[in-house]
């Protein structure tokens, strides 16, 4: 509890390395050794200990960090690669944020998949930065099935090497994606938990521009009326060379996540668009495109405004993604639980408001 109310990463891990010394007096070996895996996290330091990988029955797991070579052959036996059209949870191309050692601590990797003998069967994403939660980047874990017919013991196995890896890592919690299949009420039999109700927003961009614009809410529609009146709405086409203007919106004005860095801006796939007001440049949408799907990644304008700047841009997101052939434009998950914030109720009215259905999801906190 102290450690979670001190904001200095070097007190925090001083804390976690107190802690250790406590538990293993007390005999607790396991867990001083995961209070120390998080202490060198917070100091940027990623543990790099070899991670016990479980067996059941005929069932094994292959952890990406022991063995990030074996790993890899071990999915090359797909016909196509897994994830590749998921934005979220994808190994692609996607957008990079600044070092997050310096805020957060450092990165650890915790990715790992269940084989029997007819090959993958279960890919688990997960990963832990500092004292954080194991999450799969800023989203709930998956269990992501790589064949049709998953064998029982599988998906209790990759339950019981998330469980594992959890304490072992020293992250008091797990956040995991319910998948309808028996997973929440595995873990609600076995642990603490707490689920919370989101959405997944999308477009499908099978249908024209004109049928698609009919459903964005009434006033997302005037104000992009507004936007193209008022504004001159461009892409840019190296969105690296505008890397000091993002980063100027992001300081001082109003943004959604964190900054990136000019390298991640300049990969392929990555997409920026601007307006301007006048001479001033108001507002930035920056998205990525993963597989078949153009993903919004950022959006930043300049503070003090109450003009509808971004709304524009948004528009033009979603008609550039289907001009190139994208499948789908994805806005990533929504928080509707009124517990998450102001914030983030405000980010996903704002949204929701570009797409007349959401996918209902449930997030469940567990402590293992």
């Not at 406590?22 to 867990?31: I, K, T, V």
């Not at 994208?326 to 998450?340: Q, R, W």
């Not at 949204?351 to 906190?365: E, I, M, N």
């Amino acid at each position: 509890m102290v450690a979670g109310l001190t904001a200095s990463l070097a007190e925090r891990a001083d804390l976690f390395d107190q802690m250790a010394v406590f538990l293993e007096r007390a005999g607790a070996h396991d867990r001083a050794q995961a209070r120390s895996r998080v202490a060198k996290r917070l100091r940027g330091h990623a543990a790099g200990d070899r991670i016990l990988e479980l067996e059941s029955g005929e069932a094994w797991v292959l952890c990406r960090a022991n063995d990030p070579r074996v790993f890899a052959e071990s999915l090359a036996v797909l016909p196509r690669p897994p994830l590749i059209d998921d934005p979220i949870r994808g190994d692609g191309p996607v957008l990079a944020v600044l070092d997050v050692r310096e805020v957060f601590g450092a990165l650890e990797d915790f990715t790992f998949v269940v084989m029997t003998e007819a090959g993958p069967q279960i890919l688990v994403k997960c990963e832990v930065t500092g004292d954080g939660i194991l999450m799969c980047g800023e989203w709930a874990v998956q269990l992501t099935r790589l064949q049709q017919s998953i064998p029982d013991g599988a998906v209790e196995l990759a339950l019981k090497q998330l469980a594992h890896v959890t304490r072992w890592s020293g992250a008091a919690r797990v956040w995991l994606e319910d998948d309808q299949c028996g997973i929440t009420r595995y873990w609600a039999s076995h642990y603490p938990h707490h689920a919370q109700q989101l959405a997944y927003c999308e477009i499908d961009l099978a249908q024209p521009m004109n049928i698609l614009r009919r459903r964005y809410r009434e006033t997302h529609r005037q104000r992009v009326a507004w936007g193209r009146k008022h504004l001159r709405v461009e892409k840019v086409a190296d969105p690296a060379s505008l890397y000091a203007e993002f980063c100027h919106l992001y300081r001082t004005g109003t943004h959604l996540v964190p900054m990136f860095t000019p390298q991640s801006l300049a990969q392929d796939g990555v997409h920026m668009f601007a307006a301007w007001d006048g001479d001033v440049l108001a507002a930035m949408v920056v998205t990525s495109d993963y597989g078949k799907t153009s993903y919004y990644a950022a959006g930043a304008r300049m503070g003090g405004s109450k003009k509808p700047l971004t709304h524009v841009l948004i528009d033009a997101a979603i008609e550039d993604a289907q001009a190139r052939g994208m499948a789908h434009f994805s806005f990533g998950v929504l928080h509707l639980d009124a517990g998450a914030g102001e914030k983030m109720m405000g980010i996903a009215d704002f949204k929701r408001g570009f797409v007349d259905h959401l996918r209902p999801l449930c997030w469940v906190t567990v402590w293992p």
